[in-house]
């Protein structure tokens, strides 16, 4: 039964970089079936897909984010990571990480508990 | 930017039955969008009903269903509960490895 994990810290600071890591135990990180995910909700808001990676390496993002968004992997210590550059108070929200069936099912099977990074001076 | 639209909210009746929708601004939801919907409940991290139109998560109650209806995608829930009243998603696969969610669906059960 795979398990995700986000962490990082809960308060950045107008125009810094929010860097978040998601940490995956059971299951298989490198396995070619799955693709790992960022999502994020503002409270009160609907879900917003960030982007998501392959175990290559290979990133996709969404296209609104695409210019502050960076989406790395790091298999040995079975992590992915997010970093979202110039924040502003848009960007407080709870952050999810995901596992990615994309190729397959398409669908995201298994969700991180969420953590809530707030944009803040 | 295609936009995946949803009912902002819908009520059902304690038994009743329900179908959300999961449409685009532009076009028709087919099963090459590979939909998906997802139920959240406050405070919690969103749970998998339905993949790839109609394939339901491992311990989904059978009252959930997916299809196509016309040009969207649809959940229907048969034989609604309390406990279902939460907030709904879907996503859809745009190609070029590219997921949009939608703006989900407040579902009430009164």
């Known amino acids: 039964q795979v398990q995700l994990q986000e962490s990082g810290p809960g308060l950045v600071k107008p125009s810094q970089t929010l860097s978040l890591t998601c940490t995956v135990s059971?299951?298989?990180?490198?396995?070619?079936?799955?693709?790992w995910s960022w999502i994020r909700q503002p409270a009160g808001k609907g879900l917003e897909w960030i982007g998501r990676?392959?175990?290559?390496?290979?990133?996709n993002y969404n296209p609104s984010l695409m210019s502050r968004v960076t989406i790395s992997g790091d298999t040995s210590r079975r992590q992915f990571s997010l970093k979202l550059s110039s924040v502003t108070a848009a960007d407080t929200a709870v952050y999810y990480c995901?596992?990615?069936?994309?190729?397959?099912?398409?669908?995201?099977?298994?969700w991180g508990q969420g953590t809530l990074v707030t944009v803040s001076s | 930017q295609t936009v995946v639209t949803q009912e902002p909210s819908f009520s059902v009746s304690p038994g009743g039955t329900v179908t959300l929708t999961c449409g685009l601004s532009s076009g028709s939801v087919s099963t090459t969008y590979y939909p998906s919907w997802y139920q959240q409940t406050p405070g919690q991290s969103p749970r998998t009903l339905i993949y790839s139109t109609n394939f339901r998560s491992s311990g989904v109650p059978d009252r959930f269903s997916g299809s196509i209806l016309g040009s969207k995608a649809a959940l229907t829930i048969t034989g609604a509960q309390a406990d279902d009243e939460s907030d709904y998603y879907c996503m859809l696969y745009m190609g070029s490895g590219i997921s949009v969610l939608g703006g989900g669906t407040k579902l009430t059960v009164l």
């Open positions: 059971g299951g298989s990180f490198s396995s070619g079936n799955y693709y």
């Open positions: 990676i392959y175990s290559s390496g290979t990133a």
């Open positions: 995901a596992r990615d069936r994309l190729g397959t099912w398409y669908d995201f099977d298994s």
